[in-house]
């Protein structure tokens, strides 16, 4: 006798089949949800050791210091010199903060060109020649560099994983940045908001859960490793309604100029007064970064040693109003230490510098308004100064109140960082750091048709051509974005 027919388990169960079968489920998703745990992981704890060995460098700069304040008279100009030496070949993308290169990779889907700004070995050597950079003073910091390092994380376990394809590995790089930004100061919203305004520059929904979830776990974990802090320390300060608001226009305007200065002076444009320092760094590369280190020591004699380094101390002090405060000279000088470090050329990024020079403005601003709180005088300083050097007023707003741990300043904030925006437009109209991408970008497509024009045969270009090759976005006018991935 024949058997029965049996039906297949699962036609007999038409919700379970549905629910197996949901996107939710599938092994590729899965797979991804898995990488990109394990690299937030990796970040944090890559964020972690970063920020414990540049305290320890620091404080191997001060031990030299007590020996002698001309030591980096000698010190930092050899070591600035022999840093930008090592970066003039496969490091060369370790230079400067990292952001652009991580913007600039967002932007340029082709593989070589990432694996040359997102390579582990960039990563690493960005992490060990910044830590040699703040062992000899170098006034920088390694916020911007921890971006770099989270994305070249991300984007090397992603490739190792399969996940190769542009649009996936643009992912990656974008959730590797935001967990760089978010594990470096212990702001979990401000890699959010840093990763949509200032990295991607748009928002795209299937970005979302990466962001999020990359954020969260790194947070996480520094939260378990680090216990949960604020940068500065909780500052208790608000900004009562009435004449107290003078200082919104006061640091908004005047942080906001000096950013946009700084901006401009570090971007060193092809043409006017700074072409020429431009070409001098082309040129000499080396013997410029000896020169620059020399200016930053006898800077630091003048200040009695206190513009080397993030500034983090200083700033702290500031903030929290303790007789440790520098002196008013400060801000201003703390600015030109900033210039002459990032001119060198060397690793290091300008995120923690600049809250330092923010801080040391407002604290000179709220010695003009004696009716204003000085502690919210200067968070609107520190934050205003930010949004002026980096063209992102929402992400600078977001940072300086997650720093100190104030909501009672959302308001005073937000307008003074949208001011300081408007301000630092006169000098710098593009952000800075989308400013240096595009002229990766620019460069990068300029190698491919060099690249293609020697693999065809010469042809002659229109007349339209020859006249609108790739011009300088500062100087034209019309920024030139990139396109988005």
């Known amino acids: 006798m024949s058997e029965p027919p049996t039906s297949a388990p699962a036609s007999s169960n038409p919700r379970l089949q549905a629910l197996l079968g949901h996107e939710f489920f599938a092994p590729h998703h899965w797979k991804r949800r898995l990488v990109l745990w394990a690299g937030a992981v990796l970040v944090a704890l890559a964020a972690i050791l970063f920020a414990k060995a540049s305290v320890w460098s620091y404080e191997l700069f001060l031990r030299i210091l007590d020996h002698g304040i001309w030591i980096p008279l000698i010190l930092t100009p050899l070591v600035f010199g022999l840093l930008a030496w090592a970066t003039e070949g496969r490091l060369r993308a ?9 913007i600039a990779s967002l932007h340029i889907e082709d593989g070589g060109f990432r694996t040359r700004m997102l390579s582990l070995p960039v990563a690493a050597g960005k992490m060990v020649l910044t830590l040699a950079s703040l062992a000899v003073g170098a006034s ?4 911007g560099p921890t971006v770099h390092v989270g994305a070249a994380l991300f984007y090397s376990i992603g490739r190792r994983f399969g996940f190769s394809d542009p649009k996936a590995a643009s992912r990656f790089i974008l959730a590797g940045g935001a967990a760089g930004i978010a594990a470096a100061f212990n702001t979990p919203l401000a890699g959010v908001v840093f990763a949509i305004e200032e990295l991607a520059g748009t928002f795209e929904h299937r970005f979302s859960g990466l962001l999020l979830t990359a954020v969260i776990i790194g947070g ?10 604020s940068y500065f320390g909780e500052v208790d300060a608000s900004l009562p309604l009435g004449s107290a608001w003078l200082a919104v226009l006061l640091t908004g305007i005047g942080c906001g100029l000096l950013g946009g200065l700084f901006a401009r002076l570090i971007l060193l444009s092809r043409r006017g007064p700074l072409a020429q320092v431009g070409r001098l760094r082309a040129r000499w ?3 410029f970064a000896a020169g620059c280190g020399l200016s930053l020591a006898v800077l630091g004699v003048c200040t009695h040693n206190s513009i080397y380094g993030t500034g983090y101390d200083q700033a702290r002090a500031i903030v929290q109003g303790t007789a440790a405060m520098p002196g008013q000279d400060f801000g201003i000088a703390k600015l030109l230490a900033n210039v002459v470090s990032y001119w060198a050329g060397i690793p290091g990024g300008i995120f923690s510098p600049a809250l330092a020079v923010g801080a040391g403005l407002g604290q000179n601003i709220a010695h003009l308004l004696p009716g204003a709180p000085a502690g919210a005088v200067v968070l609107l300083g520190m934050s205003a100064y930010l949004a002026g050097v980096t063209g992102s007023p929402l992400t600078s707003a977001v940072i300086a109140m997650e720093l100190t741990d104030n909501q009672d300043m959302v308001i005073p904030i937000m307008a003074a960082c949208l001011l300081a925006r408007a301000a630092a437009s006169l000098f710098c109209p593009t952000p800075v750091y989308r400013d240096f991408a595009e002229r990766m970008v620019r460069d990068a497509e300029r190698q491919q048709q060099a690249e293609r024009a020697h693999q065809q045969p010469a042809r002659p270009l229109p007349a339209a051509a020859e006249t609108t090759a790739y011009p300088d976005s500062a100087e034209s006018g019309q920024p030139q ?4 991935p």
């Open 140 to 143: 920088i910091g390694r916020e």
């Open 220 to 229: 996480v974990v520094s939260l378990g490793v680090m216990g949960n802090y």
């Open 285 to 287: 590369p080396v013997l």
């Open 481 to 484: 974005h990139p396109g988005k």
């Open 94 to 102: 370790t230079r400067g903060s990292g952001i652009p290169q991580v």
